[in-house]
């Protein structure tokens, strides 16, 4: 099993521009979740989907959207990217809940 | 608000000394704990957790104890070693919902001398 895979593992954007940061994963979990993490600060929640078809927000999904059209791919998109969503991201996924999670190695983006 | 905090940035040990990591919480809600050890550059990997109906869980070096009263968690490792250096999250759930959502501590990195 591959896990938790992240692409890119880097990525520098200007801003105003948008991309995607995909995200698989081939355990068969239901659960999938971003994060970002800040220099200094923990992880903070983006966006959390429970199974295909449903994705809800977490503590700071503004600027960012998702969907879950299958059990393996959760992809975050970003329009429009500020200075502010410069940050590292991470994927997750845990097969039930109060179950562990599973961290991919996380995308390193940088906007300027 | 942070709900989970661990207010040491950083702690330095000796090779072979005990190791504590410390982390508080707020949210009296929560009830099952883990902590996530971070190497630069990769993602986090989980390392041991907890329920609050017990007050300690133990994993070969790796030891945490709860105690719910003053809202306080520990990692004890046991002996240290040099592979553990790395950043320590501590991280809360309640099982209030059903969507296992984290709220993650800021970190501790951990440096183990030789």
């Known amino acids: 099993n591959a896990g938790v895979t992240q692409t890119p593992k880097f990525r520098i954007l200007k801003i105003g521009q948008s991309m995607t940061l995909q995200c698989a994963q081939d355990?068969?979990?239901?659960?999938m979740y971003w994060y970002r993490q800040d220099p200094g600060m923990g992880l903070k929640l983006i966006y959390y989907?429970?199974?295909?078809?449903?994705?809800d927000k977490g503590e700071v999904p503004n600027g960012y959207n998702v969907s879950r059209s299958t059990t393996e791919d959760f992809p975050l998109r970003l329009e429009l990217a500020a200075p502010s969503q410069t940050s590292v991201y991470f994927c997750a996924s845990s097969y039930l809940t109060q179950e562990t999670q599973y961290f991919g190695p996380g995308t390193r983006l940088l906007v300027l | 608000d942070q709900q989970v905090k661990q207010n040491s940035p950083s702690l330095s040990v000796q090779e072979g000394r005990i190791s504590i990591l410390n982390c508080d919480y707020t949210?009296?809600?929560?009830?099952?704990f883990l902590w996530y050890k971070k190497y630069p550059a990769e993602g986090p990997t989980f390392l041991i957790s907890i329920s609050s109906i017990k007050d300690k869980n133990e994993d070969g070096r790796f030891t945490v104890f709860l105690n719910k009263s003053a809202k306080h968690l520990s990692l004890h490792i046991v002996p240290s070693q040099p592979g553990d250096s790395a950043v320590y999250f501590c991280?809360?759930?309640?099982?209030?919902?059903?969507?296992?959502?984290?709220?993650f501590g800021t970190g501790t990195l951990l440096a183990v001398q030789p």
């Open positions: 949210n009296s809600m929560f009830d099952y």
């Open positions: 989907s429970v199974g295909a078809g449903i994705t």
């Open positions: 355990m068969n979990h239901n659960y």
């Open positions: 991280a809360a759930t309640g099982s209030g919902g059903a969507t296992n959502k984290l709220i």
